[in-house]
């Protein structure tokens, strides 16, 4: 081998003789449960611990010997029951949260004008078979609380609106014959088995284009309101609820007057999942419109809650009795039974 070739291995051979003066300080340094020994020498060494650490937990924790693990807990466990709280939130304590799952006051079951999804067919006295609906809802956005799903409490700023429009199935070509607006937004607590909540909605009502064409002598209003309102709900027993709300509408037009009052009572069991449980409801709405004009509302049937969102989904048996449902046909007088679907957040 002549001189150069000599040369030429001496780089690697001072590499490899470097790494072997430094492969025991390495071992030292490698976690006691990460380290390649064999079954006689650490059978407490498990599978298992390699599992925790490929589940998304640190596996760099300071170095043990076997006469630690007795005495001091699995730091890979300890890593995971502080992952969870950070996550989690640390169970039920308060903190704050984007788009926190539920409502902490939650719609009136029987309230006509709520955001919230529904169909509902109803056979007025008079003028035979109504389509009423509700298309929207009402969302959180922001909270300061904790992460309980069925009884969550602290503060919290809320989203809604809705459109609430009327069919008439046995009209030609089913018109829309009137739709209220709505719109809203919401500082809600809740703290024990009280829920409070103070706010702002606009609320505009409009009558369909087909049904002003094949009614032409119908004087259509500007209805609107644009009212702060305060409600309270107090629980008992978590099924029953009661409550009452004022709303005082700052700007209002066209038979539009400024108090209204909503109270009412419901039977809403926090029974969740399948097979599901009866609900029942009942509404007063008394606006100052038309010499304080009053309607009732009653609800029954069946419903189910999910465990995972507190939503709801009712199918029951709804009567209405009182000025139209739809503002915007003013003080007619409705007298209605029928049966719908009601989904809420």
């Known amino acids: 081998m002549d001189g150069a070739s000599r ?29 390649r020994t064999s079954p006689a020498q650490s059978p407490s060494v498990t599978t298992s611990e390699w599992s925790s650490a490929a589940s998304g937990f640190s596996a760099f924790q300071p170095a043990r010997s076997p006469s630690d693990n007795a005495d001091q807990p699995d730091p890979v466990q300890s890593n995971r029951v502080q992952l969870t709280q950070a996550v989690g939130g640390a169970g039920s304590d308060d903190h704050w949260q984007f788009a926190p799952v539920g409502l902490l006051y939650k719609a009136y079951l029987a309230g006509e004008k709520e955001s919230r999804i529904s169909t509902v067919w109803m056979n007025d006295s008079k003028r035979g078979l109504i389509w009423e609906n509700a298309l929207g809802g009402r969302v959180g956005v922001l909270r300061y609380g904790n992460e309980d799903i069925l009884r969550p409490q602290g503060w919290q700023f809320d989203l809604e609106g809705a459109a609430l429009p009327r069919v008439i199935p046995q009209d030609p070509s089913s018109p829309l014959e009137a739709v209220d607006f709505r719109v809203g937004l919401l500082s809600t607590w809740r703290k024990g088995d009280t829920a409070v909540k103070a706010g702002y909605y606009h609320l505009s009502s409009h009558a369909g284009d087909e049904f002003l064409i094949n ?64 609900f029942a409801a009942i509404n007063g709405h008394t606006r100052e419109d038309y010499g304080w004009a009053t309607s009732m509302t009653v609800q029954s049937g069946w419903q189910w809650r999910s465990a995972k969102t507190n939503h709801t989904l009712r199918l029951g048996m709804q009567y209405y009795r009182g000025p139209s449902m739809q503002w915007e046909l003013g003080d007619v007088k409705e007298n209605m039974l029928g049966g719908g679907i009601w989904y809420d957040y």
């Open 215 to 278: 009614n032409p002598g119908f004087v259509r209003i500007n209805y609107v309101r644009d009212s702060a309102i305060v409600g309270i709900t107090q629980y008992f027993l978590d099924d029953f609820s009661v409550y009452g709300e004022l709303g005082y509408a700052l700007n209002h037009e066209d038979g539009a007057e400024p108090i209204e009052l909503q109270y009412g009572f419901q039977y809403s069991p926090m029974v969740t999942g399948w097979p599901g449980a009866p």
């Open 7 to 35: 040369t030429r291995w001496i780089g690697p051979l001072v590499v490899l003789a470097a790494c072997w003066i430094q492969l025991p300080r390495l071992r030292a340094d490698v976690p006691y449960s990460l380290q």
